[in-house]
């Protein structure tokens, strides 16, 4: 153990708001197909008649239409309203990319009504997809954890309650 110390540790998550710091732009993004990630997709303008809440099965049918296309695992998902966390494990790194940019543009078509003809106004998403590699079991119950509590805390709880509610009833074995 002592000589795993002397390797450089490697950064498991990239895109967000780590994006606006210099040490958050280094580096290429941390991709994993042994492991599960953890996904977050934010948007300030998914409010009132265009939040997530409103259109939860439209957004739910376009994640399930493409990661049946690009054979990625959705093991939960909570839409919060103006952000969907995701955790998903990839069958294939290289389709990362694809998955992203088809379920990224066909949300915002949905949720603006735009189309690929007209000119959309402004960008969608605030920032760019945040992605962190999950690695461990113990990891991979708190991000399974972290995205129930989102879920509930868009059903109405209150962040405290849903964490009591996650704790007491709960899942406790793997997804």
């Known amino acids: 153990m002592k000589q795993l110390k002397l390797l450089k540790a490697e950064k498991n998550f990239y895109g967000g708001t780590f994006r606006n710091k210099r040490k958050g732009r280094q580096g290429?993004?941390?991709?994993?197909?042994?492991?599960?990630?953890?996904?977050?997709?934010?948007?300030?303008q998914a409010t009132g008649a265009k939040s997530f809440l409103k259109h939860r099965k439209k957004v739910r049918g376009i994640i399930d239409r493409f990661a049946k296309k690009y054979a990625v695992k959705i093991h939960t998902l909570a839409n919060v309203g103006n952000?969907?966390?995701?955790?998903?494990?990839?069958?294939?790194?290289f389709t990362?990319?694809?998955?992203?940019?088809?379920?990224?543009?066909?949300?915002?078509?949905?949720?603006?009504?735009?189309?690929?003809?007209?000119?959309?106004?402004?960008r969608f998403w605030d920032y760019r997809p945040f992605t962190r590699v999950v690695i461990g079991f113990r990891a991979f119950l708190g991000v399974r954890?972290?995205?129930?509590?989102?879920?509930?805390?868009?059903?109405?709880?209150?962040?405290?309650?849903?964490?009591?509610?996650?704790?007491?009833?709960?899942p406790r074995s793997s997804a």
Do not use: C, W
Request: zero cysteines.
């Open 83 to 93: 952000h969907l966390h995701l955790h998903l494990q990839l069958a294939n790194r």
């Open 28 to 44: 290429s993004r941390p991709l994993a197909t042994k492991h599960s990630m953890h996904l977050v997709l934010r948007s300030s």
């Open 96 to 122: 990362y990319e694809a998955f992203i940019r088809a379920v990224t543009g066909s949300i915002a078509l949905a949720m603006t009504g735009a189309s690929k003809l007209k000119k959309n106004k402004g």
């Open 145 to 170: 954890d972290y995205v129930l509590v989102n879920q509930l805390e868009s059903q109405g709880f209150e962040r405290d309650d849903a964490e009591i509610v996650i704790r007491e009833f709960g």
